[in-house]
């Protein structure tokens, strides 16, 4: 069956960087993929989109510059660069390959 499995979350202070990855099991083919993101007491946000290339790839304005998504179909994996993190990138990351989610993985950036 269809399985995203998502690593890489921890504590990280202001500034730092973290990457996150997604490992992807049960597609038949590589597919587009997307990164959301629910911070406390807020709405699951999209936060990076990749299709299925990796031609194209789009973000959240609030992420542009700072964080980078790619993907290594070879490795079934997606991967989310995330440099220069505040303190309001905290949230649980979700990868997501539609209507298929993962079970998340938490980043709390904090000092």
């Known amino acids: 069956q269809v399985q995203l499995v998502e690593s890489g979350g921890g504590l990280v202070q202001p500034g730092g960087s973290l990457r996150l990855s997604c490992v992807a099991s049960g597609f038949t083919s590589s597919r587009p993929m997307r990164w959301y993101r629910q911070a406390p007491g807020k709405e699951r946000e999209l936060v990076a989109y990749i299709s299925n290339t990796g031609g194209t790839t789009n973000y959240a304005d609030s992420v542009k510059g700072r964080f980078t998504i790619s993907r290594d179909n070879a490795k079934n994996t997606v991967y989310l660069q995330m440099n220069s993190l505040e303190a309001e990138d905290t949230g649980v990351y979700y990868c997501?390959?539609?209507?298929?989610w993962g079970q998340g993985t938490q980043v709390i950036v904090s000092s």
């Open positions: 997501a390959s539609l209507p298929f």
